[in-house]
């Protein structure tokens, strides 16, 4: 950061401009009165966090942010000052220990940066210097330097493309380490460049370093002597990112434009928000309440001292007097330093160790699901990914799920099915009779033709074959396959095999479909176009502009010019996109088509075209360069151009392409809504598509009532829309909510309904007026409205969403009363703003690039695959993590509570009960290892069971295991043995001779009798819980048991000269010589863990299955309710479907 700083300050006024200009080869221009060059960052790649100097101060002041490490730095800083009971080491040791821990795995982390950082900036990198080729290392690089890349090698920066080995001046790159596309993208020199770089003179004016891959407005001065400068604009085709890869090409050049810390993808590299789950929120709450517990517990027994010593004799008996310092010092300075040494006393009651413990688990645990044989797709090669650990227990409390549509319920895998021409539907068949493969399946009865003309059939299948940004692979190129961000089939033909590459697969299809009809595309050479037609003649196209799709047209257009000059435009795109722009009386004749086939679950789009006359080209062309020279605004200004060309058309027909759905989708949604989940459908795509995928999905059954609040809806010649949007609203409340049956016993999602019967449609001009409502209007009353329905919905479909109103709709259900835990899940860049809104994010790993699944947390290579993840993965990451921290609170309290009975048995002198070294080891070294063990390997159910009954789910609902209630349970469980411990210890000291020799036992036999009584049923309450035994179980419960059997021998068997006073000498060795002390042991241990026991005794099986086939697992019947089974999990002893423990 602080170099990026300086590196800014190093630019001076570079940064306070709009734009940047870059001298092409470090050559002053020729109309230039002083050459100054400007100063820009270098190309240093930072991607670390600290340096050699900054490490320990920078990660000291961000693990003491953290509040439990802060409490016990005070901690520690006071036992420092203070005269307290206990050792400094008590809680400096362990502190200690958690950051010394979170220090070498971020450490470690950062020095994998740095390694990285080195190999990428030492790289070696070819630049042209005076007409020679020098060798340079990578951070070396200036931006204006021309550099040489040559094939399969990345780009060490972003350059504006000078020069290729291609003939037509193009090269083809991919960019899947920036967005994880592994098309081949074609990029394209800058127009009339010198073939000779040395001559060239040139400037760039372009935009300022900012992140977006996909934007890039520049404009490149070429100057020639005696000539005018020529002026050519610079665009996203003009431009190569840092860190894509050459590949079919040679050798290109480029002038850097951006370097190091301003290349975009440098820039791609800020961080995400900070996702918090909500386990992590209940830890807190709990923290709270235990640090009430221990400030209550310091006040009672400091008030309870003072009274004590207010009787006569008892402040300074004969045998302890006091000092002439302690008699001067202020009483109320006394009180404090007891307060103080009473907070320390008892401080062990908040566990700093669990934090450890937790993001050990967090971060081990991901693995499971990275290791997952079930997640790997054999197509991709690939597994799931992982991208945050933070949010493993996240997935077994979603309530909202939100998906994609195309890629993610279907495969984007398209197949041309059918056309229709000027209102003819024609449908392919693979037989030699039919002429050209074409077959009128249906048409106007009422004419006579049955067919549209030969010459509209041909002007259809020229638009088809024009109308896209489709490259051509040839034969002997390294893949002859179709590729969209992978392989999709081969084409072959008489005379050469031939692929595609497109960063869409739908034009894909349509290119394929036209090939199957007689027309086929067979590449783009120096902006000429050709196709071959039926009758095997070239038909060369000059192409003159590219009007390129983007989301909010929905829509794309060329426009070409014949042979006998001629200009014409075609444009496909969407029929709400098309219809409006073409005359009404040829929209009546494919609306039908278009509607059936999208009734069918067909991606359908239009295709128009235009005859453009000499003075409109000449208007249009004059507007689009203009448009795209300019620097400032170049988006808005070549969207308004684009719209006045694309007006006028004539409609010709309409195509129909198949998106199938994704392997097991209908089963996963499914298991979905049968563990309570509510599953959104958020698109962009029409709503009769969306609805039929809808249905092949189960989303929406046979006897689902749809409720529809779209355009269609409310168009009303009567009221005003507004109205009318309010009227439904209400209309549709009364429906699903007023009138809704009651809530079914025993379901404790607030959603989960009796009413099972209703689902939900709105498209996005509707949410818009919903989320922006007219002044006069309640804007909370119509989203409480909305958000109500929806909640009585068993789905809700959404569509013809832009990316924003995605983002919108999750962030309004997220914020909702009760804040539910949202899921977003999508395979596209438009499907990135709501996986970063929702509390988790879900990338496929699909055919519309990788952006999605950079910007997860975690990613998935198909949808099937997210049903093992919420219902069997998340559902024990939660189990789990929810018994950690229970148990970790539980733990101490138990340590904790006899530490405090035992001040009222010595006059409240902060008398410790256990040895130092057992405070100091108890959380660290005696109790970690089992609960870690546990929370990483436990199956208190096999992921077979709860896979196959997905109403499991809800038994975790809502945070079940982590609220007040279980946290009660195991408080009062803590308590009950603490007292157990220390007054059943304290019988056994009421016979006064407990050895052979008549000796008497101290307070430190006291204290160790209690801790081995406490160590022993802490552990043994861990093995009772414990469902799935491994051998690590077995290994870290009975080895821990062990490692203090003989710690304690060792300890207190040896004389340490290190320590002042040893307390422990003989002592543990000498108690366990005692019978008595045996016999206690053993009995408050089978005392302390009865309760446990007879529940599971008294408890009735309420499976129909008493055994699971596998061994150490539970079973759990599919048939119960969730009232009853949600008990066991919340208490977390036996569970009742298991009769014993393997």
């Known amino acids: 950061m602080l170099r990026r700083r300086l590196n800014r300050l190093c630019g001076g006024d570079e940064k306070r401009v709009d734009s940047r200009t870059i001298y092409v080869g470090h050559r002053p221009c020729p109309d230039t009165e002083a050459f100054i060059p400007s100063k820009f960052c270098d190309n240093r790649i930072v991607s670390s966090k600290y340096t050699v100097w900054n490490f320990l101060p920078k990660n000291l002041f961000e693990q003491f942010r953290r509040i439990a490490n802060f409490y016990f730095l005070i901690i520690f800083l006071v036992q420092v000052i203070v005269d307290t009971p206990t050792s400094p080491v008590t809680s400096g040791l362990p502190l200690f220990f958690v950051i010394t821990v979170t220090a070498i795995k971020q450490g470690y982390e950062d020095w994998l940066r740095h390694k990285a950082d080195y190999e990428v900036n030492k790289y070696s990198v070819t630049v042209l210097e005076d007409g020679r080729s020098v060798k340079k290392e990578s951070e070396k690089i200036k931006v204006g330097d021309v550099v040489e890349v040559v094939e399969d090698e990345t780009f060490p920066c972003d350059l504006i493309l000078l020069q290729s080995s291609r003939e037509d001046g193009t090269c083809f790159v991919t960019t899947a380490s920036l967005d994880g596309e592994s098309n081949h993208k074609t990029h394209y020199t800058v127009p009339d460049t010198e073939k000779d770089l040395q001559a060239l003179t040139a400037t760039i004016e372009c935009e300022q370093p900012q992140p977006d891959l996909y934007k890039f407005v520049g404009r490149m001065h070429i100057y020639k002597p005696e000539q005018e400068p020529a002026v050519r604009s610079l665009g996203p085709e003009n431009l190569l990112l840092k860190g894509a890869t050459l590949k079919n090409t040679k050798k290109i050049y480029g002038v850097a434009v951006y370097t190091g810390m301003e290349t975009k993808m440098a820039l791609n590299y800020q961080g995400k928000s900070q996702k918090r789950s909500a386990v992590e929120k209940s830890i807190n709450a709990f923290l709270l309440v235990y640090l009430c517990i221990l400030i209550s517990k310091a006040i009672v027994c400091t008030t309870l001292k003072y009274v004590w010593q207010s009787k006569e004799g008892q402040d300074e008996p004969w045998y302890n007097e006091k000092t002439q310092k302690e008699k001067d010092t202020n009483m109320y300075l006394k009180m404090f330093t007891d307060f103080l040494s009473f907070m320390v006393l008892f401080n062990f009651i908040i566990p700093v160790s669990m934090y450890v413990t937790v993001e050990m688990q967090k971060f081990l645990g991901s693995f499971f699901i990275t290791w997952d044989k079930d997640f790997f797709d054999p197509e991709i090669q690939e597994g799931a990914l992982v991208n945050t650990s933070d949010l493993n227990e996240e997935l077994g409390q979603v309530e909202y799920v939100f998906t994609d549509k195309t890629g993610t319920l279907t495969q984007n895998n398209m197949e041309f099915i059918e056309c229709c021409i000027d209102g003819f539907q024609y449908k392919h068949r693979d037989t030699q009779n039919d002429l050209d493969g074409f077959t009128v399946t249906d048409g106007p009865v009422n004419k006579l033709q049955h067919m549209a003309g030969l010459e509209k059939e041909e002007l259809f299948l020229r638009a088809l074959c024009l109308c896209h940004t489709v490259q051509v692979k040839e034969a002997g190129s390294e893949v002859v396959t179709d590729q969209v961000d992978g392989i999709d089939g081969m084409i072959h033909q008489p005379e050469v095999e031939r692929g595609f590459i497109a960063s869409s697969p739908d034009e894909i299809a349509l290119v394929k479909g036209a090939m199957r009809y007689g027309f086929t595309f067979l590449g783009l050479e120096s902006k000429s176009m050709k196709i071959r037609n039926r009758q095997n003649d070239i038909e060369e196209y000059k192409l003159l502009h590219v009007l390129n799709f983007d989301p909010v047209r929905r829509r794309m257009s060329v426009i070409v010019q014949t042979k006998s000059g001629e200009t014409l435009l075609f444009c496909k795109g969407a029929d709400s996109s098309i219809f409006p722009r073409v005359k009404p009386e040829e929209v009546d004749r494919i609306r039908m088509h278009v509607e059936r086939n999208a009734t069918e679950g067909y991606r359908t789009l239009c295709v128009a075209y235009k005859q453009l006359s000499a003075e409109e080209y000449a208007v249009a062309d004059t507007g689009l360069r203009e448009a795209r020279l300019a620097l400032q605004e170049r988006e808005e200004k070549l969207m308004t151009m684009y719209n006045q060309v694309e007006t006028g058309m004539s409609l010709i027909g309409a195509t129909a392409v198949e998106d199938r759905l994704q392997e097991e989708a209908a089963e996963t949604m499914e298991a979905l809504q049968g563990a309570g989940m509510k599953v959104w459908v958020l698109t962009g795509d029409k709503m009769e598509t969306a609805k039929s995928t809808c249905y092949a999905c189960r989303l929406f059954q046979r006897g689902t009532e749809l409720l529809e609040l779209t355009v269609r809806t409310l168009e009303d010649g009567r009221a005003k829309r507004e109205e009318k949007l309010l009227e439904l609203l209400r209309d549709y409340h009364r429906k699903a909510v007023q009138d809704a049956p009651p809530v079914k016993a025993g379901v404790t999602r607030s959603w989960s309904t009796a009413n099972q019967d209703y689902g939900f449609i709105i498209d996005g001009a509707t949410l818009s007026l919903l989320m922006n409502p007219p002044r006069d209007a309640d804007a909370g009353l119509y989203r409480s409205l909305f958000l109500q329905i929806c909640q009585n919905c068993t789905a809700v479909l959404c569509c013809r969403m832009a990316p924003l109103q995605k983002a919108q709709i999750v962030k309004m259900v997220k914020n909702c009363k009760g804040s539910p835990i949202t899921l977003s899940i999508g395979d596209g860049a438009n499907d990135v703003s709501m996986i ?43 189990v789990r993590i929810a018994h950690l921290v229970q148990y970790f609170f539980y733990k101490n309290l138990c340590f904790i509570l006899p530490q405090f009975l035992y001040q009222f048995f010595c006059g409240y002198s902060q008398q410790p009960l256990y040895d130092a070294a057992y405070l100091t080891m108890y959380n660290i070294c005696f109790t970690s290892m089992p609960i870690l063990a546990y929370s990483l390997l436990e199956q208190h159910i096999s992921i077979e069971i709860l896979l196959d009954n997905a109403a499991l789910y809800r038994e975790i609902a809502n945070n079940a295991m982590l609220r007040w209630r279980p946290f009660l349970y195991w408080t009062v469980l803590g308590i009950f043995q603490g007292l157990l411990f220390f007054f059943g210890v304290r019988c056994l000291f009421s016979n006064p001779a407990l050895q052979d020799n008549g000796q008497v036992f ?71 010589s005692s019978v008595s002390a045996w016999l206690v042991i053993i009995i408050l241990i089978l005392l302390s863990l009865l309760p446990e026991i007879l529940l599971v005794v008294l408890r009735k099986p309420r499976g129909l299955h008493s055994r699971q086939k596998k061994p150490c697992q539970s079973n759990v019947g599919g048939n119960q309710s969730s009232q009853s089974s949600a008990r066991p999990l919340l208490m977390r002893t036996f569970s009742d479907e298991s009769n014993s423990v393997m």
């Open 1002 to 1072: 101290g307070n430190w036999s006291y204290g160790t009798i209690v801790f081995t009584v406490l160590v022993f049923t802490v552990t043994l309450k861990l093995a009772l819980d414990t469902r799935h035994w491994t051998w690590i179980n077995h290994f870290v419960i009975w080895g821990s048991l062990a490692f203090y059997v003989f710690f304690s021998f060792f300890w207190g068997g040896i004389i340490w000269p290190f320590l002042k006073q040893q307390r422990l000498y003989f002592v543990f060795a000498n108690m366990l």
């Open 836 to 878: 970063l809104e929702a509390h988790v994010g879900i990338g496929i790993k699909g055919k519309e690039g990788r952006q999605a699944v950079r910007n997860s947390d975690y990613a998935i290579p198909k949808l099937k695959h997210l049903k093992k993840l919420l219902l069997g993965h998340g559902h024990l990451y939660y």
